[in-house]
């Protein structure tokens, strides 16, 4: 269920707060639409995109509003998850957020000249940095609200009135993924101040959607998160099959539910085997790693590839699940349990672990619901939101499991929701493969399908069938649509904007690690440099799908 | 038994040019820096891992300070962003050193061909082995390995073959 309001620019902060107190408590997604090229003339050339969510959980609304000019107040102050999310906006297309605490460019390098995503700017025209920026100015208005007064020289801190070290954590740093920086004060071994940055690994997904077709995008999704490649596949088709008003066979969607499990599997195991590593627990990354290996033999079986696997496609999926499918999951599965039970023998009355995850890293359910949290970081802070759930779609209501949930939202509690998980999701599978429906995997209609080989070679209609949806691509009704759904890190949802045609006018992906990693330099302060690893480990930040 | 010296070096020692010894040296204890960005370095932790297992071609000991490194790896996108990063990594890294493009990303841009993504990292760095794929099988990073080390143990090391390489961050 959801609703679409239209609201004038200047009443949009009011109703933004008339709403939160109605219970619209959670900010999935802000976000821009350039229509300076559109077929159909809108009201404004510009126009801003909100998505809220009700604290039921169950439905969502779509706020949208047309700019006359490119200023607006900021909805910082309702909302703490906005602050990343209207600077991506402003580093995009260049609207001003008034008030805005700290808007300066999120994604894109200091140097950058230009909006990437205005329909004037050329996809391919890129522009070189030449110095990293050192974000002095963001850390001392951090230092200077916990009252920390900094004299400034030649570009670094001195004579401080707190005996401060300062510390650049990554981009290039085993915890980091290559991909993130954060930018600490330390006092001692104890974090005063943090600031992150982001968008070392922004490869421009969203521009690169408005010059390829829908089908084409399908390999794009799969490097957004790709520890759980299928499951982004399925979140885009699945928004373009909605736009389509069309509904896959049971086949088809009992097959996405078990791949979408085996993806969540996939993907917790190598965020656990990572953060055991980061603790010092070598051992626990060869038992959770190798069922993946095992997960990737599967996967290269039925798909062709290990790692990005392109498998779904509008409509359905490139082919059917082979002969012995079902046998070759089962050895699978046995090897997910074999290592999750190793890896808990080692860790689950384990003193080190329980002493360096339990009561560190915290972050209250109040305040994850405000930074829009969601997915298993989320859940962590004991708010019972899974989209399975209180959404389902391709029949998950059929299916019996539990949504784990952790009480203080430390790591622990992250790291044991993901280790639940992975017993759900198995328990999901079993189900699934017990009764999988007979049929066909594809909808019947050519202009949204590709024929069978066959058909192109030996007939007229088959030829021109392949043709067209090569070159043209599926052609999608004019309009706009939000849809998302539970992927492994939580709530990923695609806002498509279809001019009609087989490419899509405008792709925003509501990126479950972004807002997390949004809340991360707040979730560190305070506590020790190492738990500060620990808690980045245990948000799993896929950079892909954060920077896109 | 007579103790001549001649017996004695027999058994013990076996005769050998310098660049020789050094070279097998060298191929056999090469130290992974890798630079991983994207989906291809969770392609490396698979090299990493026991199936593929990269310590059985004597490159396990991967290091995350580029001053304990001898080889780069950099597996995955770099963009614009990145880019200064790279290079200042590369350039704190002592010699001799070698340097593998892991990934399409990293070779070309890959299908990444926009406004955000550097087109090949041989813009900003030298390269001396490119492995395509995207991402590539863990067989093909370890087939880059086994013919860096193959290279090392039959060309030698030289240590002026990138001397006038000139990135599009270097001051020309």
Request: one cysteine or more; a negative charge; charged letters at 20%.
């Amino acid at each position: 269920m959801c609703e679409n309001i239209i609201v004038p620019a200047e009443e949009l902060h009011t109703l933004i707060d008339t709403k939160y107190k109605e219970g619209f408590t959670y900010l999935l997604d802000i976000t821009a639409v350039d229509y300076t090229v559109y077929p159909v003339v809108q009201e404004e050339l510009f126009a801003l995109i909100y998505v809220l969510r009700h604290e039921s959980f169950l439905y969502h609304i779509v706020l949208k509003t047309y700019l006359k000019e490119l200023k607006i107040e900021t909805i910082t102050d309702i909302f703490k998850g906005a602050n990343w999310l209207e600077r991506e906006v402003y580093d995009q297309y260049g609207i001003h957020f008034k008030n805005h605490p700290n808007l300066r460019r999120v994604l894109n390098h200091k140097e950058f000249v230009g909006h990437p995503l205005l329909k004037a700017y050329p996809i391919t025209k890129g522009q070189l940095l030449h110095e990293v920026d050192d974000l002095i100015d963001e850390m001392n208005n951090r230092l200077l609200s916990r009252n920390v007064v900094c004299k400034l020289e030649s570009g670094s801190f001195s004579e401080c009135n707190k005996d401060l070290m300062f510390l650049n954590l990554g981009p290039s740093h085993p915890a980091s993924h290559g991909t993130i920086r954060t930018y600490v004060a330390l006092d001692g071994e104890t974090i005063e101040c943090a600031v992150s940055e982001i968008g070392y690994l922004h490869r421009g997904f969203e521009k690169s959607c408005e010059n390829h077709t829908y089908n084409q995008i399908v390999p794009y999704t799969d490097r957004l998160n790709y520890c759980s490649a299928i499951s982004n596949n399925i979140a885009f088709v699945k928004t373009v099959e909605e736009m389509l008003g069309i509904t896959i066979s049971e086949r088809a969607q009992a097959i996405r539910v078990m791949l979408l499990e085996l993806s969540r599997i996939e993907d917790h195991a190598v965020c656990l085997a990572a953060i055991l590593v980061d603790m010092g627990g070598l051992t626990n990354y060869w038992y959770m790693y190798n069922p993946r290996e095992d997960i990737y033999e599967l996967l290269s079986k039925l798909t062709g590839a290990r790692l990005t696997n392109s498998y779904m496609r509008v409509g359905g999926m490139t082919n059917d699940l082979y002969d012995g499918f079902d046998g070759d999951l089962k050895e699978v599965i046995k090897k997910i349990q074999y290592g999750v039970e190793q890896t808990l023998s080692l860790i689950k009355h384990n003193r080190i672990f329980h002493d360096r995850t339990q009561n560190v890293g915290m972050i209250t359910a109040e305040n994850a619901l405000n930074y829009s949290l969601t997915g298993p970081n989320l859940r962590a802070s004991g708010i019972a939101y899974d989209m399975r759930k209180d959404t389902p779609y391709y029949g998950y209501e059929k299916y019996q499991f539990d949504v784990v949930v952790g009480s203080v939202g430390d790591v622990y509690d992250r790291i044991m929701v993901r280790f639940g998980e992975i017993e759900e999701s198995i328990k999901i599978i079993e189900q699934v493969m017990g009764n999988l429906p007979q049929g066909e995997i594809n909808i019947k209609d050519f202009s949204i399908v590709l024929p069978k080989k066959e058909a192109v070679y030996t007939t007229i209609e088959g030829a021109m069938n392949q043709f067209k949806l090569i070159f043209e691509g599926v052609k999608v009704p004019l309009g706009e649509h939000y849809s998302s759904l539970e992927a492994t890190n939580g709530e990923l949802g695609f806002y498509i904007v279809s001019d009609g045609s087989g490419t899509p006018y405008k792709v925003k992906v509501k990126a479950p690690s972004f807002t997390a990693m949004s809340a991360y330099a707040q979730m560190i302060e305070g506590s020790q440099l190492a738990d500060a690893i620990l808690t980045l480990g245990s948000l799993n930040i896929i950079a892909g799908e954060m920077d896109r | 038994m007579e103790l001549d010296t001649t017996t004695l070096l027999n058994d013990s020692a076996i005769a050998t040019r310098l660049e020789e010894a050094i070279g097998w040296a060298r191929e056999s204890s090469l130290w992974p820096m890798v630079f991983g960005t994207a989906c291809c370095a969770i392609e490396f932790m698979s090299v990493a891992a026991s199936k593929y297992d990269i310590s059985r071609f004597g490159a396990e000991v991967v290091r995350f300070s580029p001053r304990q490194a001898d080889l780069l790896i950099v597996a995955g996108t770099i963009t614009y962003k990145q880019a200064p990063i790279l290079k200042q990594i590369y350039e704190q890294m002592s010699e001799p050193k070698w340097v593998v493009s892991m990934g399409a990303c990293a070779c070309s841009g890959g299908f990444y061909d926009n406004y955000s993504t550097m087109q090949g990292i041989d813009n900003i760095i030298p390269v001396d082995v490119y492995v395509g794929g995207c991402p590539p099988r863990p067989e093909a990073l370890i087939d880059a390995l086994l013919s860096l080390q193959n290279d090392l143990r039959i060309n030698k090391y030289n240590p002026d073959r990138h001397k006038d390489f000139r990135g599009l961050l270097d001051n020309v």
